[in-house]
């Protein structure tokens, strides 16, 4: 693949309020994360649905984890193998932040 665009979508789903400092924290308990691979021969798309992260709306900041191997979507079972020990290296790096 000679030129790879990555596009990350996070839809929540559900927030808790949390109070922490003095400012509002929110959870994101629920949500999805996505992300497609363009390349001349093939499309490849996976999502996961074990995303979590936190929202403070008064600072405009956000963080979000995602497991890397709970990703699916991909186009063979070798694929999401390939993901996950060449380029990913998830027993490495189990979580992306």
């Given at each position: 693949?000679?030129?790879?665009?990555?596009?990350?979508?996070?839809?929540?789903?559900?927030?808790?309020?949390?109070?922490?400092?003095?400012?509002?924290?929110?959870?994101?308990?629920?949500?999805?994360?996505?992300?497609?691979?363009?390349?001349?021969?093939?499309?490849?798309?996976?999502?996961?649905?074990?995303?979590r992260g936190?929202?403070e709306i008064?600072?405009?900041?956000?963080?979000?984890?995602?497991?890397?191997?709970?990703?699916d979507g991909?186009?063979?079972?070798?694929?999401?193998?390939?993901?996950?020990?060449?380029?990913?290296?998830?027993?490495?790096?189990?979580?992306?932040?």
């Amino acid at each position: 693949m000679k030129t790879i665009f990555v596009v990350f979508f996070v839809l929540v789903t559900c927030f808790t309020s949390l109070f922490a400092q003095g400012g509002k924290i929110f959870s994101v308990k629920t949500g999805k994360i996505t992300f497609q691979s363009e390349a001349p021969f093939e499309t490849i798309r996976a999502s996961s649905s074990d995303v979590r992260g936190l929202l403070e709306i008064e600072k405009k900041l956000f963080a979000f984890k995602v497991r890397m191997e709970t990703f699916d979507g991909f186009n063979s079972s070798l694929q999401k193998e390939h993901f996950n020990e060449n380029y990913i290296e998830s027993h490495k790096f189990p979580e992306a932040f």
